[in-house]
C-alpha cells in the first residue's frame, strides 16, 4: 500500500516536472509573484531555476533564516517546516526542496502586521536539501538543511 | 470540507493554527493534480499573509503562522484550490 502511493507520488512529479519545463521556459518576472499564484516559479524544474522564478537569483547570501525541520524524517509524505527570521520588512518567504521535480513548494507574500514566521508540512520525494529564503527589503537571504527521509516515506 | 483554526493573542501577536481538510493530489492520482494554491489569511478584513502552495504540500495542509493584533479580533482564513474549489471560515480570537 504504502509502496504503491510511493511509485504514483514520484510518476507524478517526473510527469509534472516535464510539463512545468515547458511552462516555465517562458520569461520569468518576480514581481509577478505578488499577484496571481505564480505557475511559471511552481513548475520550475531544478532549484536553481526554481530559486531563480522566485527571486530573480539561484545564488542568493545566507543569513538570518531559521529553517526548523527534521534531520530524518520517517515519512516523506509529512515533513513538518517551520520558517522564520529576524530580519526587518520581511515581505515574502518561500520553501524549495532541491531533489522534488518541482522544488518550489511554498511561498508566502506578507503584508502589514504579518511576522515572518510560517510553519507547514511538505512532501519529499527523496533525501534532500531544504532551502528556506526570505525577503527583506530587496533583498533576498537563505538557509539551507539537509532532510533525510527514510524508507516507507512518500519517494525513494 | 472544513478548516479548523484556533487563534489566540499573546502580548500583542496572535498565534494561528489551521488545519484544512483537502486531499492535495498529486499529478498521478485519480483526479489528480488537485490541490490548494492560495491559501488567505486575513485579520479584520485585511490581508496579512498570502500562502502559494504547490502540490507537494502535504494532505489536509496545516497552517501556523503568527500576526499582530488583539483577542476579540476576527481571523479569516480562505482557500481556493486549481479546480476553482474554495472555502473560508472566521473565527474570533481569544
Not at chain 1, 504504502?2 to 521556459?25: D, Q, W, Y
Not at chain 2, 500576526?67 to 474570533?92: A, F, L, Q, R
Request: aromatic content about 4%; glycine content about 10%; some cysteine.
Amino acid at each position: 500500500m504504502i509502496s504503491t502511493k510511493r511509485r504514483v507520488f514520484l510518476k507524478g512529479t517526473l510527469a509534472a516536472g516535464t510539463v512545468g519545463v515547458a511552462v516555465g521556459a517562458g520569461l520569468l518576472a518576480p514581481s509577478k509573484l505578488l499577484a496571481a499564484w505564480p505557475s511559471e516559479a511552481f513548475g520550475a524544474e531544478g532549484l536553481e531555476a526554481a530559486m531563480e522564478a522566485v527571486t530573480g537569483s539561484s545564488d542568493i547570501a545566507d543569513g538570518d533564516v531559521t529553517l526548523s525541520a527534521p534531520e530524518i524524517a520517517e515519512n516523506g509524505a509529512v515533513v513538518p517546516v517551520s520558517i522564520e527570521s529576524g530580519l526587518d520588512n520581511v515581505t515574502e518567504m518561500a520553501v524549495f526542496v532541491e531533489l522534488n521535480n518541482q522544488p518550489l513548494t511554498a511561498h508566502y507574500v506578507l503584508a502589514d502586521g504579518a511576522h515572518a514566521n510560517v510553519s507547514g508540512r511538505i512532501r519529499m520525494g527523496e533525501s534532500s536539501n531544504v532551502v528556506a529564503a526570505v525577503k527583506s527589503g530587496d533583498t533576498w537571504y537563505k538557509t539551507v538543511q539537509e532532510v533525510k527521509v527514510t524508507v516507507g516515506g512518500c519517494g525513494g | 470540507m472544513s478548516i479548523r483554526v484556533r487563534a489566540q493573542e499573546s502580548n500583542g501577536v496572535i498565534n494561528i493554527r489551521a488545519l484544512i481538510s483537502h486531499d492535495m493530489l498529486v499529478p498521478d492520482d485519480d483526479g489528480g493534480p488537485h490541490f490548494i494554491e492560495t491559501v488567505e489569511v486575513a485579520r479584520n478584513g485585511s490581508n496579512v499573509l498570502t500562502a502559494n502552495w504547490n502540490y507537494t504540500v502535504s494532505r489536509n495542509p496545516f497552517l501556523q503562522t503568527e500576526i499582530d493584533g488583539s483577542s476579540g479580533d476576527t481571523v479569516s482564513i480562505s482557500w481556493t484550490d486549481n479546480k476553482g474549489e474554495s472555502d473560508s471560515t472566521e473565527v474570533e480570537v481569544r
